[in-house]
């Protein structure tokens, strides 16, 4: 235990965490100004599904040609400004994007103490290629299911029906590329490629997201606005109550793992059984921190979390959608991804690409009959990390004092009471906000979907939807470019940790996902998402 | 530099890519003591209890779902 003295403020301008928070808040803000008629942030520019030329008979809705395939969210669903947003353009709109999210950046970039040249121009790279990666990854080859084809009008043809996780898996690749193969160029992105930072902001503008689902259902009918609201709310339970009982299996089943089969000192085994069990990084360098672990423990871990997690990335979104549970268990899928990939980044990441794929499946399966809305997957995955996330503390309190009161007693040591606050993620404060503010517009002012509240929850959509939709899969995109930007494979092989490598994966594969699945199952079962399809809810 | 590096990392939670390096922390296992045991056991039958009431209060759940 550190016994530097650490007021409650520590911290919130030096730390990736309460960045997010000042970021994400920041533009939540913005985005809330819509209630009173003012657009701030119909600026970000979001993809559509593309073609380079539109066959015969075909209508640009779903898919459009390549020259329309970025538009201002604003142009869409601005209540005050939808022409100046128009006029603008892509162009214009992504330059804007560029220029908005560069300076509070930069800012927080030099609040901690990072060097600000080498993360601008990082940055600059990694924003434009992210946007490249968006582009690509829209082509209606990759992204287009039978719904699009068909909405616009298309001809029958092959298509890999991946939605937005196309562009997703694409922005990972070239992450991954750069990051292997091209060495020089990953050093010179290194101090802006911060998967951390990007998904810990996207999950604060997913806050805006859950709390904004019910306001978005109740603009087409209020009975599927209650019925949001009420879904989240029981994640939001079974999630707590999954969690809790994942994690005092978790983490005691792994540190057995090490110590018993794999002959691991004590401190590894703790650090490690907090990497493989709760929230990955953060969890591995609080424990570390925790029970005094050499730094490299830590760091080592960390990186195989990573790792692992692009691996879980790869492989569960596709296992959970076509082996099981499959679509009519979309959301025990989701929380179990919650709780099986460790990091928020891919989880969150995973969770969206599980949604896009879980949306196209069933879409596909039903010939359109059945549509979910978008993001309630992602929720589910989200929700259960969340809660892991917010357990990362008071398991590094509980292991911190018996370690300093038990394994290493030392007497007249004392823990202070604040080093929980220290350890808590401090962007979960800025999801909850978010949810909250959101929830209390649509109980509040929005009378619950009710005729005399529908102004203000429109108006209140129109600055949500550039907030939970653009900036949210912005942010995610600049994750997964960033996480492969710095996974170097061959470092990690340097590194000589081969031992660590199989614990790491037997006790993810052979314990951790099938409890995290069976666990999932037994408290998700009752969950329904509902059905949208023919309500012109996109 | 590198230490100040590593530092950083360790104390923050933060990723990034220069934050790896080797060092012997893979051997040296101590014996196994009965307080680990009570820490392990202890936690899963902590977890079977939370198990149980969860079933019982969670709506969604298999019980409360009917499977």
């Not at chain 1, 928070?21 to 100004?33: K, N």
């Not at chain 1, 970000?44 to 329309?68: L, N, R």
Request: glycine content about 10%.
């Amino acid at each position: 235990m550190s016994q530097e003295k650490k007021g409650w403020t520590y911290g919130m301008l030096t730390q990736e965490d309460w960045w997010a928070v000042w970021i994400g808040g920041f533009f939540m803000i913005l985005g809330l100004l819509s209630v009173w008629g003012i657009d701030l942030v119909g600026w970000i520019t979001y993809p559509k599904i593309w073609v380079f030329k539109m066959p015969e008979g075909a209508v640009p809705k779903k898919i459009v040609p390549w020259y329309q395939a970025f538009y201002p969210l604003g142009a869409k669903y601005s209540l005050t400004a939808k022409k100046f947003w128009k006029s603008i353009g892509p162009i214009g709109g992504i330059l804007i994007t560029y220029v908005a999210f560069t300076i509070p950046l930069c800012i927080g970039a030099y609040f901690m103490r990072w060097n600000v040249r080498q993360f601008f121009l990082g940055w600059t790279v990694i924003f434009f290629l992210t946007y490249l990666c968006w582009f690509i990854g829209h082509h209606a080859f990759f992204a287009a299911t039978t719904v699009h084809l068909k909405k616009s009008n298309f001809p029958d043809m092959f298509t890999l029906s991946l939605g937005g996780g196309a562009s997703f898996i694409l922005a990972l690749i070239v992450g991954l590329i750069i990051g292997n193969f091209f060495k020089p160029l990953a050093r010179f992105l290194s101090e802006a490629a911060k998967p951390e930072w990007y998904i810990k902001t996207a999950i604060v503008f997913l806050g805006v997201k859950v709390g904004y689902l019910p306001i978005k259902m109740a603009t087409f009918s209020q009975k599927l606005g209650h019925k949001v609201a009420g879904l989240t709310f029981e994640l939001f339970l079974a999630g707590a109550v999954a969690t809790f009982v994942a994690y005092l299996i978790f983490w005691p089943g792994i540190y057995t793992i090490s110590r018993k089969i794999f002959k691991l000192p004590r401190k590894t085994a703790a650090v490690l059984g907090s990497g493989i069990s709760i929230c990955g990084v953060s969890a591995a360098v609080a424990t570390g921190g925790a029970v005094r672990a050499k730094p490299v423990v830590s760091i080592m871990v960390s990186a195989l979390v990573v790792v692992y997690a692009v691996i879980e990335l790869i492989i569960l979104p596709w296992f959970f959608t076509y082996v099981w549970p499959g679509p009519e268990g979309a959301l025990v899928a989701g929380p179990a991804m919650g709780l099986s990939v460790k990091t928020d980044g891919a989880d969150a990441a995973a969770g969206e690409l599980l949604d896009e794929l879980m949306r196209a499946k069933i879409a596909k399966d039903t010939n359109g009959a059945v549509q979910w809305p978008e993001g309630i997957i992602t929720v589910s995955a989200v929700v259960t990390k969340l809660w892991i996330d917010m357990f990362i503390g008071l398991w590094a309190f509980i292991l911190a004092l018996l370690w300093c009161y038990v394994v290493e007693c030392r007497p007249g040591e004392k823990v202070p009471a604040i080093e929980v606050w220290h350890r808590f993620p401090k962007f979960v404060i800025g999801y909850f906000a978010a949810w909250i503010i959101y929830l209390t517009i649509f109980f509040g002012p929005g009378h619950a979907g009710a005729p005399e509240g529908m102004a203000i929850l429109k108006a209140a959509k129109a600055g949500a939807v550039p907030v939970e939709k653009g900036m949210r899969k912005l942010f995610f995109m600049l994750t997964f470019l960033s996480l492969g930007i710095i996974t170097d494979f061959k470092k990690l092989k340097e590194a000589q940790f081969g031992k660590m490598v199989w614990v790491y994966l037997i006790g993810l594969f052979f314990f951790i996902i099938p409890v995290a699945c069976l666990i999932s199952w037994l408290f998700h079962q009752g969950m329904e998402l509902p059905n949208i399809a023919g309500m012109g809810i996109e | 530099m590198a230490e100040e590096k590593k530092k950083e990392v360790h104390g923050t939670g933060s990723l990034s890519a220069d934050a790896l390096e080797a060092e012997d922390v893979l051997s040296g296992a101590e014996p196994w003591e009965p307080w680990e045991t009570k820490l392990v056991v202890g936690s899963f039958i902590v977890a079977f209890i939370i198990l149980l009431i969860g079933l019982f209060i969670v709506p969604t759940s298999i019980i409360n779902a009917g499977g």
